[in-house]
């Protein structure tokens, strides 16, 4: 006859066993279908990150690969022994976006560019929910939000400040796209910090597209040293701060995406608008809001 001590032994045994069979399980995606997240992942940064006012730095954020290029640039040997065929695929679906899809979105951009920056806010803004969760993952507190409205007002200013600054014209030569390449660069590790604002008003961002449209290696070639040598230097700095401060930091990189994202809103004299304009500016709003809001989670995947 069993004792009540062994009674019991078995009944904790058999209703860990049915919890642990009826527990439901994460659907894992599979091969093929990591393969074309990550693809297409690559190709939106690549496609977005040459348009006028915005980072590719908030698109590697919103799209799950920040911490991925982080640890590229303070650790590539280890990162590229871990997750190869990631930076592959991401790096393929890039320079497919960089120099092909990017064609498309500026044939838009230059014809209905009011409605394309509307409709990449609604993006932006649609992965908020799913940033703010990841934000919150290692806990918050007061110092959480400190720092995300201090990030928030400090790049708003900088934003601002370069936005006011009148036309600059220079002579684009080796120096001004190695400083191209260093913007970039900072616009990788720093994300909301916008190269493409910064260059345009010094006056070398179309002698810089322009270079890249046509496979110039006098501008290739310094803006390729000067964005790897950047992000190469602070990427160990950033990557320390975020195992310390992960909350704070976290937060802070919200407010800058806010902030950046404030600042590309179609707004001022150069665009007029219409009731029937509003109409389809807030649609775009939506849409994009909607598509990323329920894209979230198909994100860039590690092996």
Same mark, same amino acid.
């Given at each position: 006859m069993?004792?009540?001590?062994?009674?019991?032994?078995?009944?904790?045994? !058999?209703?860990?066993?049915?919890?642990?069979?009826?527990?439901? *399980?994460? *659907?894992?995606r599979?091969?093929?279908a990591? $393969?074309?997240i990550?693809?297409v992942?690559?190709?939106?940064?690549?496609?977005g990150?040459?348009?006028?006012?915005f980072?590719g730095?908030?698109?590697?954020?919103?799209?799950?690969?920040?911490? &991925?290029?982080?640890?590229?640039?303070?650790?590539?040997?280890?990162?590229?022994k871990?997750?190869?065929?990631?930076?592959?695929?991401?790096?393929?679906?890039?320079?497919?976006?960089?120099?092909a899809?990017?064609?498309?979105?500026?044939?838009?951009? %230059?014809r209905?560019?009011?409605f394309t920056?509307?409709?990449?806010?609604?993006?932006?803004?649609?992965? &908020?929910p799913?940033?703010?969760?990841?934000a919150?993952k290692?806990?918050?507190?007061?110092?959480?939000?400190?720092?995300?409205?201090?990030?928030?007002v400090?790049?708003?200013?900088?934003?601002?400040t370069?936005?006011?600054?009148?036309?600059?014209?220079?002579?684009p030569?080796?120096?001004?796209?190695?400083?191209?390449?260093?913007m970039?660069?900072?616009?990788?590790?720093?994300?909301?910090?916008? %190269? %493409?604002s910064?260059?345009?008003?010094?006056?070398?961002?179309e002698a810089?597209?322009?270079?890249?449209? $046509?496979?110039?290696?006098?501008? #290739?070639?310094?803006w390729?040293?000067?964005?790897?040598?950047?992000?190469?230097?602070?990427?160990? !700095?950033?990557?320390?701060?975020f195992?310390?401060?992960?909350?704070?930091?976290f937060?802070?990189?919200?407010?800058?995406?806010?902030?950046?994202?404030?600042?590309?809103?179609? !707004?001022?004299?150069?665009?007029?608008?219409?009731?029937m304009t #509003?109409?389809?500016?807030?649609v775009?709003? #939506?849409?994009?809001?909607?598509?990323?809001?329920f894209?979230?989670?198909?994100?860039?995947?590690?092996?």
């Open positions: 069993q004792s009540d001590t062994e009674i019991t032994e078995e009944t904790k045994e !058999i209703k860990t066993e049915d919890t642990t069979d009826n527990k439901p *399980k994460k *659907k894992e599979s091969k093929i990591k $393969t074309i990550n693809l992942c690559g190709v939106a940064v690549g496609a990150a040459i348009l006028p006012g980072s730095g908030v698109l590697c954020v919103v799209l799950g690969m920040y911490p &991925l290029v982080m640890e590229l640039f303070s650790h590539p040997v280890k990162a590229l871990k997750n190869w065929l990631v930076y592959a695929l991401i790096g393929i679906g890039w320079v497919i976006g960089f120099f899809v990017s064609n498309f979105i500026k044939f838009f951009y %230059s209905f560019e009011m920056i509307w409709t990449f806010v609604g993006l932006i803004f649609g992965n &908020l799913s940033l703010y969760k990841e919150g290692k806990g918050r507190s007061k110092s959480s939000f400190i720092t995300l409205g201090i990030a928030f400090v790049m708003f200013t900088m934003l601002l370069v936005a006011l600054l009148p036309d600059v014209n220079i002579t030569n080796f120096g001004w796209f190695l400083f191209s390449g260093v970039w660069g900072l616009s990788i590790i720093i994300p909301g910090l916008t %190269s %493409s910064i260059m345009m008003s010094l006056g070398i961002y810089f597209n322009t270079g890249l449209a $046509t496979f110039n290696l006098s501008v #290739i070639i310094p390729v040293i000067g964005m790897i040598a950047t992000a190469a230097a602070l990427a160990r !700095i950033i990557e320390r701060i195992k310390k401060h992960y909350s704070e930091a937060h802070a990189v919200i407010g800058i995406v806010v902030s950046s994202t404030l600042m590309i809103f179609p !707004i001022g004299e150069k665009y007029s608008y219409s009731p #509003i109409l389809i500016s807030a775009c709003v #939506i849409v994009g809001f909607i598509a990323a809001y894209l979230s989670n198909f994100k860039v995947e590690e092996e």
